[in-house]
């Protein structure tokens, strides 16, 4: 069943076999209009919940993380692969600096596809399109 942590993020652990569980998390990140202090403190909270999933579960973590990530992953080349798009935003840095901490992988920047099969959505205003971000804990791939 479903546990919320916040009003931004819930999580369920599910038993998969003996003795084996997947724990996944759902979350939606703060919006870029918000200050820089509540996304960070997001993170912190986020961090803390991914600390108590115990260490032996397959781990997802989904949501809307309303961030951008960079194509170029030459910084990153432990938690994404080489073929996001666009430029990284203060989420997206906040967003790859807790995958490198947690050992995860935003897997849809693994496979080469398209670029207008990359992104699912344009920001009303700045007509900028949108990656929809989905991590996995690296022992899940």
């Given at each position: 069943m479903p546990r919320p942590v916040s009003d931004r993020t819930m999580k369920?652990?599910?038993?998969?076999?003996?003795?084996?569980?997947?724990?996944i998390t759902s979350v939606y990140s703060p919006t870029m209009k918000n200050p820089g202090e509540n996304k960070v403190a997001f993170y912190n909270q986020l961090a803390s919940v991914l600390s108590g999933i115990p260490c032996i579960d397959k781990?997802?973590?989904?949501?809307?993380?309303?961030?951008?990530?960079?194509?170029?992953?030459?910084?990153?080349l432990l938690v994404?692969?080489?073929?996001?798009?666009?430029?990284?935003?203060?989420?997206?840095?906040?967003?790859?600096a807790?995958?490198?901490?947690?050992?995860?992988?935003?897997?849809?920047?693994?496979?080469?596809?398209?670029?207008?099969?990359?992104?699912?959505w344009m920001?009303?205003?700045?007509r900028h399109w949108h990656i929809y971000n989905r991590l996995h804990h690296q022992e899940v791939l």
């Open positions: 369920m652990r599910l038993p998969l076999s003996k003795n084996n569980f997947a724990t781990l997802l973590l989904i949501g809307d993380f309303n961030a951008r990530i960079v194509r170029e992953n030459y910084k990153w994404m692969g080489k073929h996001g798009i666009g430029k990284c935003n203060f989420n997206g840095e906040l967003l790859l807790l995958c490198s901490e947690f050992e995860l992988i935003v897997t849809n920047t693994m496979f080469k596809q398209k670029d207008d099969r990359k992104t699912t920001h009303p205003r700045s």
